[in-house]
T-cell receptor
Framework: DAGVTQSPTHLIKTRGQHVTLRCSPI?????VSWYQQVLGQGPQFIFQ???????GRGNFPDRFSARQFPNYSSELNVNALLLGDSALYLC??????????????FGDGTRLSIL | AQKVTQAQTEISVVEKEDVTLDCVYE???????LFWYKQPPSGELVFLIR????DEQNEISGRYSWNFQKSTSSFNFTITASQVVDSAVYFC???????????WGAGTKLIIKP
């Protein structure tokens, strides 16, 4: 079975632009979470979606938004990009929402660089 | 509030040495789950283990072992007979029973020298 897949792998944008990152969860996983990992730090939670509904949001500005599609894939959108948005964006999927002890499985991430 | 502390920023050892990575957590919840993830230079986060707050049994998986002690709020990770391929950043993380958000430590960069 395929793992969590993310696209693109790398992306270079300039300040003020917007970006869309994509994630396909492991087959059978209905929950998708997004994390931002700045170089040298641990991941920071951005969003969680389950059954196409937002179930959690981290401490990120409204420039960050996401959605989940009927096939459980997800998009993360970031508007008005800032230099500080440069990071590795990780997508994770898990089997259930209520059973929070299920491990989240991560994709390889999208490395976003803002010039 | 929940918090995970990995005080060791970087550890460097020679191959075949044993090494322990420390993890201390804070939570007021009685039910929670702890995780260790490995992040090699390629960037992907690899799940290693999860532990729930009611199971304090230590676990061994090959050269890896985990020591969970609620009395000291610690969940330490030991690699026995380390190998160069163990070089990576290791993260400890916490999740509440009623939540979905992983709280991460800052990570410990482990360097295994040949």
């Amino acid at each position: 079975d395929a793992g969590v897949t993310q696209s693109p792998t790398h992306l270079i944008k300039t300040r003020g632009q917007h970006v869309t990152l994509r994630c396909s969860p492991i087959s059978g996983h209905k929950s998708v979470s997004w994390y931002q990992q700045v170089l040298g730090q641990g991941p920071q939670f951005i969003f969680q979606y389950y059954e196409k509904e937002e179930r959690g949001r981290g401490n990120f500005p409204d420039r960050f938004s996401a959605r989940q599609f009927p096939n459980y894939s997800s998009e993360l959108n970031v508007n008005a990009l800032l230099l500080g948005d440069s990071a590795l964006y990780l997508c994770a999927s898990s089997r259930l929402n209520r059973d929070s002890n299920q491990p989240q499985h991560f994709g390889d991430g999208t490395r976003l660089s803002i010039l | 509030a929940q918090k995970v502390t990995q005080a060791q920023t970087e550890i460097s050892v020679v191959e075949k040495e044993d090494v322990t990575l420390d993890c201390v957590y804070e939570t007021r919840d009685t039910t929670y789950y702890l995780f260790w993830y490995k992040q090699p230079p390629s960037g992907e986060l690899v799940f290693l283990i999860r532990r729930n707050s009611f199971d304090e049994q230590n676990e061994i998986s090959g050269r890896y072992s985990w020591n969970f002690q609620k009395s000291t709020s610690s969940f330490n990770f030991t690699i026995t007979a380390s190998q160069v391929v163990d070089s990576a950043v290791y993260f400890c993380a916490l999740i509440r029973d009623s939540n979905y958000q992983l709280i991460w430590g800052a990570g410990t960069k482990l360097i295994i020298k040949p």
